[in-house]
């Protein structure tokens, strides 16, 4: 098979967060500090509104000092005119020979000078959200190793979130589990991955595959899952990431609060129980093994009485873990997957 | 919602045939004698060992002389070394004004010259493979008019050619139908489409709702098929065409002698009731309403006795008209079109 070029970001990284003063415009920073501290030396903060993630303020030569490869762009920033203001404070990191890392639409050299300024130290431009040039088209050859995917009853359910978890909590009860990046954010906590969403569609589970490669018997990959095959905006997607992922196991990532599809407000939500049946008939077809091993809720907007309620309701009902990884953690999940090893 | 540009084929067509020699080699000229055979003026053959579509030969004045838009590369040409070969001739015909019309991998600016002869005489250089740059997201919103979507249990089990067959039965019983096109041949057949296997993946939905938009009540789109939900290369492209095209009718398309997935041959093919049973159960998703009218076989690779009786008895086993186009036309599925106008 020929050699794909995927993106390997160096840490440690410095988090700009430019003049940012909400939590919610900072959230691909804010998820960079929870799940690999251990990549962040420190955030670059305009000014004391800014927010405070809690690592410690650095400016570049402060940052280039305590070790930094990298300045990750860890806000939303809004269109071409922020781009302008922050341009030569982007061109000084640069300079100083840090790799940018951005997950913008737009582009990085359409930044002035910033192309420039990379080249000459040395350093890269890079958009998490450009995908590799040279991806294979899916083969659906059976791969080595074991696979759980995120699958949801919509986006944004918090799939990225619950693999992370989940890897997180396998690798703290000794099981060998790897996350795998399928979107920007989680390509960024990673380190390396592919936007799925951002192929052409003839090579969606070819990336899969990419992402996912053969690995040792007893390895797990933890695969961040996107869109759902219930949202007619991203279904496609969606098929061809459960399809070139061959998951062993699927877990159902699900918002106790959200009605209809977020992209689409014609639509109401599918069930959990519709959602594991059609993901499981699916993929079957790359894996006939496969199984669902649990449910992930986001249950943040129920009353805190009606979360465990509403949790304990769905796991009678399907006889299945049903979880809010953000209350109970995912040991629940992990022990169905000492289940199947 | 934002304008797409999508492409506009000028005919009359030359369509360019080389000096290929075996009429598979030419399946895209003969695909455009055989479905629009009022777009195509002649051909141009180097010598006459070469492949005869039937068409009358003309060079590039004679061409121009006889009304000729575009000169369609109806043959697959393999690698640099035959565009080298043919240059001259393509920029001849460029700069008497004829669009140059391709579906190949590499890109006509790549041929010397082509793109200065072009801008010279104000033609242009076409790429079928290539999709428009700004797609929509799906909105799944309802649109008017009535749509039939080829689905199948593989690639290459005969869409293209069961959904043209289907329009022009249609017409000549007086319905008012429009094939629509999803790849490249059909795309030269049609003079419009998108080639939805090569849009980035979050819009594969999106490009299906730009190529069948709102009609009148009693038209029907009958739209070409790509990949099939069971092959495990293809199945995310075949999914969101689905769920864009929300369709009232779909017809399965199946090659009676084909058992195992075209590209993945660990895989062995569904049969047509399973893919009938998940294309419907995905399709309620977008349209609760869609039924399955009927099943296209390619029979061809069968005995003439052996032909008839399994259309027969496949017919018997679902209840379904399932007919094999090349032998017997599409009359069967207009009834069935009749029973839901």
Redesign the interface.
């Known amino acids: 098979m020929k050699q794909v070029t995927t993106v390997k970001l160096t840490p440690p990284y410095l988090i700009f967060l430019g003049d940012v003063s909400d939590l919610l415009s900072a959230k691909t920073g804010a998820g960079l500090v929870q799940w690999c501290p251990d990549k962040v030396v420190g955030q670059f903060r305009s000014n004391a509104n800014c927010v405070d993630l809690g690592v410690p303020d650095l400016n570049i030569e402060q940052a280039v000092a305590a070790g930094a490869k990298s300045l990750v762009i860890g806000v939303a920033l809004v269109g071409g005119a922020m781009n302008q203001l922050w341009a030569p404070l982007l061109n000084q990191a640069a300079l100083a020979g840090l790799d940018i890392v951005s997950g913008m639409h737009s582009e990085l050299t359409d930044i002035p000078n910033l192309a420039d300024s990379a080249k000459h130290s040395g350093s890269r431009l890079i958009n998490v959200r450009r995908a590799p040039a040279n991806l294979p088209?899916?083969?659906?050859?059976?791969r080595s190793g074991k696979r759980v995917l995120m699958v949801g009853t919509d986006c944004a359910v918090g799939k990225k979130y619950s693999a992370l978890a989940l890897a997180n909590a396998m690798t703290a009860r000794g099981l060998r589990a790897t996350f795998r990046a399928t979107g920007q954010t989680g390509m960024m906590i990673a380190g390396s991955g592919i936007p799925?969403?951002?192929?052409?569609?003839?090579f969606?589970?070819?990336a899969a595959e990419v992402i996912s490669p053969d690995n040792a018997p007893d390895h797990w990959d933890i695969i961040e899952g996107q869109g759902s095959?219930?949202n007619?905006?991203?279904?496609?997607?969606?098929?061809?990431?459960l399809?070139?992922s061959q998951p062993d196991a699927i877990v159902v990532c699900h918002d106790a609060s959200r009605e209809v599809?977020s992209?689409?407000a014609?639509?109401r939500l599918p069930s959990v129980e519709e959602c594991i049946d059609?993901n499981l008939?699916?993929a079957r077809?790359?894996n006939p093994a496969v199984v669902c091993i649990g449910v992930c809720v986001n249950t943040s907007k129920l009353s805190s009485q009606a979360r465990l309620e509403y949790l304990q309701q769905l796991s009678a009902q399907l006889q299945l873990p049903c979880i809010d990884p953000i209350l109970q953690g995912c040991d629940a999940l992990v022990d169905e997957i000492n289940k199947l090893t």
Chains 1, 2 share one sequence.
């Open positions: 088209i899916g083969t659906g050859r059976k799925v969403d951002s192929v052409i569609a003839d969606i589970s070819g095959l219930f007619p905006s991203y279904s496609g997607v969606s098929l061809g990431l399809h070139g599809v992209t689409c014609d639509y059609l008939l699916c077809i790359t």
